[in-house]
DNA sequence: ATCATATCCACATGTCACGA
DNA sequence: TCGTGACATGTGGATATGAT
């Protein structure tokens, strides 16, 4: 970093002055001449020069970085959305990538690093945890970067005093449950997902509330960590009980995934020994041998809603907004009876 | 020792003068 | 009239310098 190429490099270059230079750079609106564009684009070419960021956010009084806090980029759920939201940032700049490992007091470290890094917004994914010291000091950092202009949106909870995508994790599950009653389930059980996680707690609440609106229960909540192998736990804890269930629900995906190996490990079949659903219909389980049933969020739209709600410039009256999207219910081969 | 002011970073942008 | 250069100003924050 001794002697970075400078624009005032090449302007002296060029023999044109700084502003030109500038001009020629950016594509501002004042036109420059062809002549002296192509002078000062060759001259940044043999230079190999490349604009400072950081002196173009300072001078613009603008960042064109966008932080994305997930909380693991294997999940397809997190690189989905990830993926969608990049789509929308990139025509306006650059992707910030933050990762928490499933671990909630890191968010406030990215927003805080991110914060110091000048960026425009931040966009955080994840569920709120039943912390609510660390919410309320999450929400506290998030109040002072956006009154220093930041903005920012989140996907989960409206628990921030953030924009916020909030997915209706309850009524999403309490409609899981009245269509697996409806093809004639009996006895279910829930794989749960981490006891402090909301959008776990959410999904369990609203699937016990559906199956109790149908007069059936839970007869088992099983808790384990929100991933695949968590899944796979769970139900081999849950397979270990004397009594089975004749349909489990995994409060995600990724933990059905994990469900159904551990039952084929035992040597059940999905569907015709053991139904299991999932939620969120993250897009390879149309390849999954059964096909899952679950409840489907439009993750793309998801994320590509939360990346506008940071760039936007508008936010009438200061306002919060918070989106709310519907699950759908997806019947397929796993619960098939 | 404490505080206020100046300088610097790399750049964007507006005003104005000037040559063709 | 067009396109340019010179110049000034501003941008946020870190650091240096000077004043008290």
Same mark, same amino acid.
């Given at each position: 970093m001794g002697s970075q190429i400078t624009l005032a490099d090449v302007a002296e270059r060029a023999g044109v002055s700084l502003a030109t230079a500038s001009r020629v750079v950016n594509g501002s609106e004042r036109v420059v001449g062809k002549r002296f564009r192509e002078r000062v684009l060759a001259a940044a070419a043999e230079l190999g020069y490349t604009a400072n960021a950081f002196a173009q956010a300072v001078a613009r009084g603008r960042s064109d970085v966008v932080g994305l806090?997930?909380?693991d980029i !294997? #999940?397809?759920y997190f690189s989905v959305i990830a993926a969608a939201a990049l789509t929308v940032v990139e025509p306006h700049g650059e992707l910030m990538l933050g990762t928490t490992l499933h671990r909630p007091e !890191?968010?406030?470290r990215y927003v805080t690093t991110m914060r110091a890094r000048q960026v425009r917004g931040i966009v955080l994914v994840g569920s709120r945890t039943t912390d609510t010291g660390h919410t309320k000091r999450l929400a506290e950092a998030i109040a002072e970067f956006v009154s220093g202009g930041g903005r920012v949106a989140v996907?989960? !909870?409206d628990k921030l005093g953030a924009d916020t995508v909030l997915p209706q994790n309850r009524s999403g599950a309490r409609e899981l449950a009245s269509a697996l009653t409806g093809l004639g389930h009996r006895s279910f059980a829930v794989l749960g997902g981490p006891k402090n996680l909301l959008t776990a707690r959410d999904r369990v609440d609203g699937f016990v509330d559906g199956l109790a609106k149908r007069g059936r229960r839970a007869e088992v909540v099983v808790h384990s960590e929100f991933v695949r192998d968590g899944g796979y736990r769970a139900m081999n804890e849950l397979l270990d009980r004397p009594r089975r269930p004749g349909?489990?629900?995994?409060v995600n995906d990724v933990m059905a995934i994990g469900a159904?190996? /551990?039952?084929? #490990?035992?040597?059940l079949r999905v569907p015709e020994d053991i139904a299991i /659903?999932?939620?969120d219909d993250i897009p390879s389980l149309r390849d999954l041998a059964p096909t899952l049933t679950t409840v489907r969020l439009p993750l793309e739209e998801m994320g590509r809603k939360a990346a506008s709600l940071v760039l936007d410039d508008a936010r009438e009256g200061g306002r919060k907004r918070v989106v709310r999207i519907k699950g759908e219910v997806v019947l397929r081969d796993s619960t098939r009876r």
């Open positions: 806090v997930v909380a !294997q #999940d397809p !890191q968010e406030l996907i989960g !909870q349909c489990v629900f995994a159904m190996a /551990a039952a084929r #490990d035992r040597g /659903a999932g939620f």
